[in-house]
């Protein structure tokens, strides 16, 4: 099994300018959060509200729970965080970006290879 630290798929992933710019537009957002006890699909819908990019959540990561504050964070190291804490990975998929977990984000890019 792969290590939970390291550099989320998204930030490896062979990306068009359309991809890149996704990546950009997460670094750019800034926002302050504090979560107690929510389940991340909660934190994904607050997220999305305070900041451009559409982000996704597969059910499986959704059902999971955290409690995390953050204060003046980008959206992108918000979402490495989060998803490094809890085993989970985020890529870009289309104009947005998908959470899920490591083994699925994994899957799904080595099909894109093939």
Same mark, same amino acid.
């Given at each position: 099994?792969?290590?939970?630290f390291?550099?989320a798929?998204?930030c490896?992933?062979?990306?068009? +300018?359309?991809?890149k710019?996704?990546?950009?537009r997460l670094?750019?957002s ?5 979560a107690d ?7 994904? +819908?607050?997220?999305?509200a305070s900041?451009p990019?559409?982000c996704?959540?597969?059910? +499986? ?7 995390i504050e ?8 918000f979402?490495s ?13 289309g ?13 799904a890019?080595s099909k894109?290879?093939?």
């Open positions: 099994k792969s290590g939970a390291g550099p798929t998204a490896r992933q062979a990306l068009d +300018e359309s991809g710019l996704v990546l950009r670094s750019d800034k926002f302050n959060l504090r006890g929510l389940t991340l699909k909660r934190i994904i +819908e607050i997220v999305n900041q990019v559409v996704e959540i597969s059910d +499986e990561a959704g059902k999971k729970t955290t409690s953050v204060h003046a964070m980008s959206a992108m190291d979402l965080l989060l998803t490094q804490s809890l085993d989970l990975d985020f890529r870009v998929q104009t947005g970006i998908l959470i899920d977990t490591r083994e699925a984000i994994q899957g890019i894109e290879r093939k």
